[in-house]
């Protein structure tokens, strides 16, 4: 195996891939796990379900990471892993063992949960395990909800990873409502947009009454209430097949318009939501507001050196084209894919930082990439501030979500805060939940 780390530059990344997001990794590569691979998983993501708990069904493995990781997350009372065994595989004797763990857990939970995920892994894929039948036959006898999930790392790099099929499967639970009111929904972010954004009061200016974002229900019936909404707002990719069920099956129309920190990619998605609510959205006072934030940060911070990875809170190509813009110069980053809607980002990359150099997570040769000393000021992400050692990290993780134009004022002042006031990098993962 080679010991310099792969790489590629950004004039070799294509259009590579058949389908939504194109890899950066070689097709017969090895998977490295990083050290950064924590976060928002799906466990962690399907908990979002007010009033619910998950089942875990695991070899010991997969069992105990994610154990640990719930506990570390404060899960204690909400997550329930049956491990199975290999005479349990080979006999299928786990799938009735599925059906008294889930008994036992519901006999003495009080409050009784009303939602119940069960969670297949790898193994369940493989074996062609039929979890959406016995949720069926576990929702006719408990009298509750029931949606399987499935954790497969072997299929991250195909048309329906993990991220994908949990948030599919967590939306899943909304049922069709007669009743529409003037409210919008926030789908595919971990948290709901933060009070401080300008998003909130451009929305109550246009008639929006109320945004609606799944951590923020208190109950099943507030989360059943995101069925009512006039608009679906797709805040990340990974919720994709999400919102074109919900169009489906509910009804309701989405507009995609990402977490962004690019100027013309903010102004491009509240011209979007703007056609698709059909009121102008008063915009141009907070445009201007986040230019003036960017040319006072830029005589404050200088031209720094940036890495990008992809455990921020954005697309790491329109982070890193944004960053370009605020006159910061970005030298790598670090990704495993690149998602049809970047594209546009990489090709602009091309044209202007023809020599930024754009290495993956998970290859192999990773395991030995600190011997390099790669040196930037900044570094953006978990994984850019482990692989940049020397580097002041900000996290931008997913915990909280800044957006729109107040979003760049909100990055700018992370990024002085990171250079005035350096924190552990192990440390901020810790507290993050990022370490795995």
């Known amino acids: 195996m080679s010991q310099e780390p792969f790489s590629l530059s950004i004039r070799q990344l294509g259009d590579v891939g058949a389908h939504w997001q194109r890899k950066v990794m070689p097709p017969d590569a090895l998977h490295y796990i990083p050290p950064h691979g924590g976060g928002w998983g799906v466990v962690r993501m399907a908990l979002l379900v007010p009033e619910s708990v998950v089942l875990m069904v695991a070899p010991a493995v997969c069992g105990r990471i994610s154990a640990l990781r719930g506990l570390q997350v404060g899960y204690r009372k909400r997550f329930y892993l049956l491990g199975v065994t290999e005479r349990d595989l080979v006999t299928g004797q786990y799938m009735e063992k599925i059906s008294e763990a889930a008994a036992e857990i519901l006999a003495h939970l009080d409050p009784r949960p009303r939602v119940l995920l069960l969670c297949a892994t790898c193994v369940d894929d493989l074996l062609g395990s039929d979890y959406e039948t016995k949720a069926r036959q576990l929702e006719r006898e408990h009298g509750l909800l029931v949606r399987a999930i499935h954790l497969k790392p072997t299929a991250a790099d195909g048309k329906r990873p993990s991220g994908l099929a949990t948030q599919l499967a967590v939306y899943d639970l909304l049922e069709p409502s007669e009743e529409r009111d003037s409210s919008i929904n926030v789908i595919g972010s971990p ?148 998602l049809d ?6 090709e602009w990359l091309k044209e202007r930082l023809p020599d930024l150099v754009v290495f993956t997570n998970s290859h192999t040769s990773m395991a030995g990439f600190l011997h390099l000393g790669l040196r930037v000021d900044l570094a953006m992400g978990f994984e850019a501030g482990y692989y940049c050692s020397g580097a002041r990290t900000v996290p931008l993780p997913a915990d909280t979500q800044p957006y729109g134009y107040r979003g760049v004022v909100w990055l700018l002042r992370q990024m002085a805060d990171a250079l005035q006031n350096p924190k552990s990098h192990r440390q901020a993962m810790y507290e993050s939940f990022a370490l795995m």
Not at 259 to 274: K, W
Not at 341 to 346: F, Q, S
């Open 191 to 338: 948290a709901p947009i933060e009070e401080g954004s300008e998003f909130h009061e451009v929305m109550a200016a246009a008639g929006i009454q109320k945004v609606r974002h799944i951590a923020a229900c208190a109950n099943l019936e507030e989360f059943q209430q995101m069925s009512r909404a006039r608009l679906n707002l797709l805040a990340r990719p990974l919720a994709r097949l999400a919102v074109q069920h919900m169009e489906g099956k509910l009804g309701i129309p989405y507009c995609y318009t990402p977490v962004a920190y690019n100027l013309e990619t903010i102004a491009r998605s509240y011209r979007f939501l703007s056609e698709r609510l059909g009121v102008p959205l008063a915009t141009d006072r907070y445009r201007e507001e986040a230019e003036r934030a960017i040319d006072s940060y830029r005589r404050e911070l200088g031209p720094l050196t940036v890495a990008v990875g992809s455990t921020v809170n954005a697309g790491p190509f329109e982070l890193a084209r944004a960053l370009t813009e605020y006159g910061l110069v970005v030298k790598y980053v670090f990704t495993n894919t690149v």
């Open 341 to 346: 809607y970047e594209m546009e980002h990489v």
